[in-house]
């Protein structure tokens, strides 16, 4: 059995600019972290013909270009996997539509299960960039690009989009945030100071919920809960 999980995400600062309309015409640049909430995907090989996939709903189909959810199906045809007997499941911490990037992790994590089920290697970047191919390019889907890049790196980065669509860079992960807040305006609220290996930038913050209070090592209030900033990607196989 193989267990991949990849991590939820919030945004820190340049959300929006990671969207083709936007870093088509200027560029893209986002601070984004991984949390230590996840989608996790099973896959496992059967006795029985056919492909089975569990997700909110249960799907047995014979080959996998019948696969009804798109994101499986994309995945199984451009992986190449051929086999006819396995069962993919899919789980997640927190529920779909909560804005946290599940589908962008979902799509990394059933995308590395895949490349293990093959014993083909996959690194981050190309990950993301597969991940990102099925949901924009194959899935004409009107997202962004940072769940993808975020889940497949995992922890807290910054991420620069190009103009031409086709290069995105990762500065290195971040080590120390500085928050300024301003209690009369959060408008004019300022997260500061990102210091990393190999970046030094400011940004704005999205504070549509009125919350400010994300910080390295500090409890993190969302919705949806409490979370903490740095989760990371995994992948465990069982004999």
């Not at 940004?203 to 900033?229: E, N, Q, S």
């Amino acid at each position: 059995m193989i267990i991949a999980r990849s991590p939820l995400r919030v945004t820190l600062g340049g959300g929006g600019t990671d969207l083709p309309s936007y870093y088509e015409n200027h560029g893209g640049f986002l601070i984004a972290a991984a949390i230590d909430k996840y989608v996790y995907t099973t896959l496992h090989s059967t006795f029985q013909k056919g492909i089975v996939i569990r997700y909110s709903k249960i799907e047995r189909v014979a080959d996998a270009c019948e696969v009804v959810h798109p994101i499986v199906r994309e995945a199984l045809l451009l992986v190449g996997v051929k086999d006819t007997n396995i069962e993919i499941t899919s789980l997640a911490d927190i529920p779909a539509g909560t804005g946290l990037g599940s589908s962008g992790s979902f799509t990394t994590a059933i995308l590395k299960a895949l490349h293990k089920h093959k014993n083909c290697f996959i690194t981050p970047q190309e990950l993301a960039k597969m991940a990102c191919y099925i949901e924009l390019d194959l899935l004409k889907e009107p997202i962004g690009k940072q769940d993808q890049y975020i889940s497949a790196f995992g922890g807290l980065s910054c991420f620069e989009f190009m103009p031409d669509g086709q290069r995105a860079s990762r500065h290195g992960s971040l080590h120390t945030v500085e928050f300024s807040i301003d209690v009369e305006s959060p408008a004019a609220s300022r997260i500061r100071g990102f210091r990393g290996p190999n970046v030094t930038a400011e940004a704005r913050p999205d504070l549509r919920t009125g919350r400010a209070d994300l910080g390295i090592g500090h409890d993190a209030r969302h919705d949806v809960g409490v979370f903490r900033l740095g989760g990371d990607s995994a992948l465990v196989v069982f004999p």
